[in-house]
């Protein structure tokens, strides 16, 4: 992922948390991904129970009241790291959706680009680092989840409502629907990428692998 995407996708992540303590005050998207980049190295460079939010707020160079009116503990801002590069992806899927593209383009942009994320090491490494403080932070996989998995599964679900009252597919149960879409696309890369045995994505591999699980999935939704 180039530097220049990724700062893309910091601001545009930085705008979907919550809005400044100040009200009337417009959001200072440059400030919120500063904030989100600077935790995410720190994340990345300590252990999860040594870094403090006085830490986390130097770091990014904004002050402590700054830091705590946007996110309330350490815990909101690791998930809200974890989360840059996710929510685009499925945000993107809408807006194809909804401006009449097909859903079988949707879901195999969707699903190639959802594994790249997946897969980037930064990611990968963040994952690492909620696993190992899990012993200490039992609730920090619970607020990802919410955050990040059901978010984004809600999401998705969405582009299948949208798509079924488009008559593209026949499908009673979105979100069931897109749970299943989702732990189809990861195949065995989820499993390389837990094991630490990938080293890279193969695009060819990669896309024909994605382009066969949508044309499995629309069987199983297709019309009838």
Known sequence: MSRDREQKILAVEASNQMPSARMGRPVD????????????????ENPYD????????????????????????????FVAAMSVGCSPIYEQAKLEVEAGKPITETLERLGIDFIKMM??????????????????????????????????????????????K???IVCDQ??????????????????KQELGVTSGVDEQELTLFVKSCVRVFLRGWGKA
């Not at 979105?174 to 499993?191: D, S, T």
């Open 50 to 77: 040594r870094i403090s939010m006085d830490a986390l707020a130097a770091r990014a160079g904004v002050s402590k009241v700054t830091l705590y009116a946007k996110y309330k503990s350490k815990d909101q801002l």
């Open 174 to 191: 979105p979100y069931l629907a897109a749970v299943q879409f989702i732990a189809m696309v990861q195949g065995e890369f989820r499993y």
């Open 29 to 44: 998207l440059a400030k919120e991904a500063k904030i989100l980049e600077a935790a995410k190295t720190a994340f990345l």
């Open 119 to 164: 897969l980037h090491p930064e990611i990968s490494a963040l994952h690492g680092v909620m696993m190992q403080a899990l012993a200490t932070q039992p609730e920090l996989p619970r607020a990802f989840y919410e955050r990040v998995v059901h978010h984004s599964t809600m999401m998705l679900a969405d582009v299948l409502t949208i798509a079924d």
């Open 166 to 168: 488009r008559g593209e």
